[in-house]
T-cell receptor, first 112, second 115 residues
């Protein structure tokens, strides 16, 4: 079963600083990896999807990388803004059973 | 992407009662997924609902407690039966997007508090 870990659990940065969020997974047989944003008490918003054949994906200020050999994905958020404050979740789909496993999330606070 | 609507968005329920959550998708989808997010926790898959067949439940979840209906390709319901305070969670409906990449999209969730 795919185990997904996110470190740190919480992060606080001043506005304008770049954010680096880490996600690690145990099974390199990964079909895809997805990053989500969750605001308090709300559902999940899909940010980026990286398929197993890709090394990174970019959308605006967001860039996510995938390194299957080391079992890691990193989400970079450039020039952070207070509106980026949220919990960021990564989730990996195993190639073996196509089931999605979620990390516990990193809660980000961007201080104005 | 897929647009998913869930009802209710939140509710406060009494112990021992049951509540049905509705999930409506703006396009036809083969599979719909129901997740639970307990306070301070990440998401756990409850079951996968296919139209025209019984839902497939994950370990630790049973049909008697979480009956699911899937009457057509755009709609599903999840019932939380005989609720206890431990059932207080956000329940989320999810579907795969149309691009066939495995990308998942989620509804806004239904936040249940059981007293």
């Amino acid at each position: 079963k795919q185990e997904v870990t996110q470190i740190p659990a919480a992060l606080s940065v001043p506005e304008g600083e770049n954010l680096v969020l880490n996600c690690s997974f145990t099974d390199s047989a990964i079909y895809n990896l997805q990053w989500f944003r969750q605001d308090p008490g709300k559902g999940l918003t899909s940010l980026l999807l990286i398929q197993s054949s890709q090394r990174e994906q970019t959308s605006g200020r967001l860039n996510a990388s995938l390194d299957k050999s080391s079992g890691r994905s990193t989400l970079y958020i450039a020039a952070s803004q207070p509106g980026d404050s949220a919990t960021y979740l990564c989730a990996g789909t195993s190639s073996n059973d196509y089931k999605l496993s979620f990390g516990a999330g990193t809660t980000v606070t961007v201080r104005a | 992407s897929a647009v998913i609507s869930q009802k209710p968005s939140r509710d406060i329920c009494q112990r021992g009662t049951s509540l049905t959550i509705q999930c409506q998708v703006d396009s036809q989808v083969t599979m719909m997924f129901w997740y639970r997010q307990q306070p301070g926790q990440s998401l756990t898959l409850i079951a996968t609902a296919n139209q025209g067949s019984e839902a497939t439940y994950e370990s630790g979840f049973v049909i008697d407690k979480f009956p699911i209906s899937r009457p057509n390709l755009t709609f599903s319901t999840l019932t939380v039966s005989n609720m206890s305070p431990e059932d207080s969670s956000i329940y989320l409906c999810s579907v795969e997007g149309p691009s066939n990449t495995g990308e998942l999209f989620f509804g806004e969730g239904s936040r249940l508090t059981v007293l």
